[in-house]
Every structure is written in C-alpha cells, then in structure tokens.
C-alpha cells in the first residue's frame, strides 16, 4: 500500500486500485475558504495516522470523521486538533476523509460514506499489531454529519458489501466504542439536519431510505458502548437527535453516558476559545470514561 508523508504523520489511501461506488467526472477536491480547514468534494479517501509515544500507549484506538454536513470535513478543527489531543494521554488516532455522497464522483450517495467508515475501522484492525493497538478496543468518533456517519457505523457495522470482496473486507467493521459529538441521528423531518439529509438521501427520499439512515431505529443488543455530547441550544443540530439514540441504547441495555450542556451551540469541538470553561470540561469526561472502559 502506498503512503503520503506530511510531518510525523502518515496518509493512508483507504482503498487499493478502484474505489467501489465510483465513477468518473471532472470533480476536484476542492478547499473552500471558511473559518476552519474544509475539504470538500472528496476524491481520494485516506486515513491519517497519529500515534502516540510507546511509552503512553494504552492499546485503545479511535476513527474520527470530521463533520461537515455530507458535503465536506472540518479536517482540523474536529479532526487532527482531537487526534493530538487523543496521542496525549496514549490512544491512537486515525482520522477518516471520507467520500461525499453529492459528489459526482459517486453513484449511490447513500452508500459511499458508510463504505469508507467500514474500510477504516478493518484497515486499523488488519494493522493493530504494527500500530500496537489492542484489535479489541477500537473505536468511532463522529462530529455533526460524522456523528450521523459513526452512528451508522455502529448500528450498520456488518451491512454486506455489493462491490468484489477482498481478504480486509472478511475483518469485523464493528466499532468497539463510539464517541457522539452533537450528531445528526435521525433522517426524520423533524429533527434531522436538513443539509445532511438532502446531501445524503437526496430530495426525496423513499419512507425506507428515511427509516434505514435513522440510527435511532437501527439499534441492536450488538451496537457498541456509546459516549454522547450536545448543547441543549443547538440550533443546527436539535438535541433530540441525541436524545433519542440515548433512549433507544438504553432500551437494548447498551452502556451509554450523556453529557448535555445548556450553551455551546454547535460546532464546538474541543470547545477551546469560546469562553464557556463548563463545556470545555467535556473532554476530560471522555477521558475519564475511556479508561474506565479500557
């Protein structure tokens, strides 16, 4: 597998020779102008590592997928800035550009996102012995549309492939934990993030679509142990999105902790420079509830 260098760090292309659910166009990945590092039009799906110092590693690991609203990642601010901060206190990080279900680069938009999640988690645990990580203890991490992405992950973890298997593809895709940050949930009107939805499901979605991306319904006694943070606030993601994947982990017994804060708005991620010392606190939480599941 060839590799792409940048500092310390290593990319990794998630998949060898064609992408599965790929087409050909004219797109390019492009780098629009906002207030963090936005990739959209994603081209070339890759994962980048980030490993802690040997003497800290504690054996977890975790993918994390950047939001952005399906129609990009905020590749830093919820993507590198967490994987430095995970390297910290000793688990490895690997953060997920994953595909964009409008790009014209892709033929079932729907499906893209979830493929290349899948493709992550197998690729970290096919490699867990050279990046000295436990294969039992990894885990997803999703802001925003990535927390929809990672919310699907978890309760769609074993959805059959319809592109030509290869040995990584047999790997379990199951996510050992998953981490929530102000997730998109649910597809339904309601409470959805209208944006993801359409970039997702398109305009009009059929009744099943809806049903099928709406990880509230998708629980199972199977989906992982799940760590959720929301602002009661958010105006772009409502917090009964949260809510109800709480409500419905609860109802299959699935290990779940809430942590709801009255302001923070969305977007917030490590919650750094916005003068609210209460919600920066979420992190240690995280932190604290990681080694207890460690």
């Known amino acids: 597998m060839s590799t792409i260098c940048f500092g310390q760090s290593t990319i990794l292309p998630l998949w060898e020779g064609e992408i599965p659910n790929s087409q050909k166009s004219e797109e390019k990945e492009e780098y629009p102008k906002r207030n963090v590092f ?3 039009k994603v081209q070339v799906p890759t994962l980048e590592v980030f490993l802690p110092a040997k003497q800290l590693a504690t054996g977890q690991a975790v993918v994390i997928c950047p939001g952005g609203g399906y129609h990009g990642v905020a590749y830093h ?6 994987a430095k901060w995970f ?3 000793g688990v490895a990080a690997f953060v997920l550009k994953y595909r964009m279900p409008n790009s014209g680069s892709v033929k079932t938009s729907y499906e893209a996102p979830l493929q290349d999640a899948q493709r992550a988690i197998r690729m970290v645990r096919r490699n867990a012995e050279s990046y000295k990580i436990d294969p039992t203890k990894i885990g997803i991490m999703g802001f925003s549309a990535g927390g929809h992405l990672a919310s699907t992950l978890g309760t769609q973890f074993d959805k059959v492939n319809n592109f030509e298997e290869s040995a990584i593809d047999t790997i379990s895709a199951r996510p050992d934990f998953m981490v929530l940050l102000y997730p998109v949930v649910t597809m339904k009107l309601d409470f959805t993030h209208k944006g993801s939805r359409n970039a997702l499901l398109g305009d009009k979605p059929s009744l099943d679509l809806v049903e099928e991306f709406s990880n509230e319904l998708q629980v199972k ?3 992982p142990p799940t760590f959720i943070v929301h602002a009661s606030d958010d105006k772009a993601v409502p917090v009964e999105n949260s809510l109800q994947f709480y409500n419905a982990l609860r109802e299959k017994k699935i290990p779940v902790e809430l942590h709801l804060y009255p302001k923070g708005g ?3 991620a490590l919650a750094k420079g916005r003068g609210n010392a209460n919600l920066e606190k979420w992190p240690l939480l995280l932190k604290d509830w990681l080694q207890i599941l460690n």
């Open 77 to 82: 601010w919820e993507g590198t800035d967490l």
């Open 221 to 223: 006694e199977n989906t």
């Open 266 to 268: 969305h977007g917030f």
């Open 87 to 89: 390297n910290s206190f």
């Open 38 to 40: 936005f990739i959209s």
